[in-house]
């Protein structure tokens, strides 16, 4: 996959890889409801499937989640 691999998330991130790393921050199937429903300043004002939707770019809304859900640097 693109990226840095699990050392960390550095690096272009295609949707297979976005959706993997969030349904590792947000377990048995969550992150999909997440996606829909959790509206993300960041995305300006869209959800995580909006986004995506509108054509934003993988990393962009990863780095929204990430900050969002304050996750450690390390899955930056």
Known sequence: MAGG???GYGGCVR??????????VL?????????DQVVLA???GRTVRDALVAGQPCK?????V?????LP???R
């Open 5 to 7: 691999g699990r050392g």
């Open 15 to 24: 949707e297979v890889e976005l959706w993997r790393r969030m349904d590792e």
């Open 27 to 35: 377990p048995d199937g969550y992150a999909a409801v997440w996606a």
């Open 42 to 44: 960041d995305l300006g």
């Open 60 to 64: 962009k809304v990863w780095r929204a």
């Open 66 to 70: 990430w900050r969002q859900l304050e």
């Open 73 to 75: 640097d390390v899955l």
